[in-house]
């Protein structure tokens, strides 16, 4: 396109406003990077599913005091072969976070056997839990204080007493299916896919957000 020259001195102009209001309006690539990495540090101590906070007109005040100040996170996420699932649990004010899970002991060859015999076994954290990249489902419960304790030694007791793994008995989903089962929650059929497993055990519950154990 060719304008006339009696215009171009306007154009000109037009384009440095134009240019002027995209550099005030457009993040710096470091800025970008910046936010990004606020954003990761940020991901263990929030939720992937939490909700956009409502207005504060219509918030309720009890909201805070009806979650708890401890969680307990049931989740999924990717892995080389069906998936892997494990829990979060901690106190919602501290960014640092447990991780608790039953895996194979070891490397390939582990996992193979596993599936064919009872191999040892790993309950800590493994490679990807801690990465928001690999989730692929999460159901969040809260706490309070007294039951938080009861749950976290429950946790703790159940990693000591799962010395073993194996594929169709002692896996995974049957681990913290135990642990759900403990809290009072509804659970699913373990012999399924990690991610199919955390979504069925929300939708059991009804998505329900706080838990309140039993008397003892």
């Known amino acids: 396109m060719t304008y006339k020259p009696d215009r171009s001195g306007s154009c000109i102009l037009a384009g440095f406003a134009l240019a002027a209001m995209i550099a005030c309006t457009m ?7 910046a936010n990004k990495r606020v954003a990761d540090a ?11 906070p409502a207005p504060q007109a219509t918030r309720r005040p009890v909201a ?3 979650k708890g100040p401890y969680y307990v996170d049931f989740r999924a996420r990717t892995a080389a072969s069906w998936g892997h699932a494990f829990v979060w649990y901690g106190k919602t004010s501290e960014r640092a ?7 194979p002991a070891g490397d390939t060859l ?18 990807g839990d801690l990465d928001p990249e690999y989730l ?4 969040r419960v809260y706490l309070n ?14 990693q000591a007493n799962s010395p073993v793994w194996n594929a169709e008995t002692t896996n995974c989903t049957g681990f913290i299916g135990d642990i759900a ?18 979504n069925r055990l929300k939708e059991m519950n009804g998505g329900r957000q706080m838990v309140r154990l039993s008397a003892e």
């Not at 993040?27 to 990077?33: K, L």
């Not at 692929?136 to 159901?139: E, I, P, R, V």
């Not at 204080?145 to 159940?158: G, H, M, N, Q, T």
């Not at 699913?188 to 991610?195: A, D, I, L, S």
């Open 42 to 52: 940020n991901a263990l101590a929030t939720t992937d599913t939490a909700s956009r």
């Open 181 to 198: 089962e403990f809290m009072g929650l509804q659970v699913p059929n373990r012999w399924q896919r990690p991610e199919n497993f955390v």
């Open 110 to 127: 582990a996992y193979v056997l596993g599936h064919l015999t009872f191999v040892p076994s790993e309950t800590g954290a493994s490679y």
């Open 97 to 103: 976070v447990e991780v608790a899970g039953l895996t």
């Open 27 to 33: 993040p710096s690539a470091s800025a970008h990077e």
């Open 64 to 66: 805070r005091a009806e």
């Open 136 to 139: 692929t489902a999460s159901y």
């Open 145 to 158: 204080e007294a039951d938080a304790k009861r749950v976290f030694a429950y946790i703790k007791k159940l």
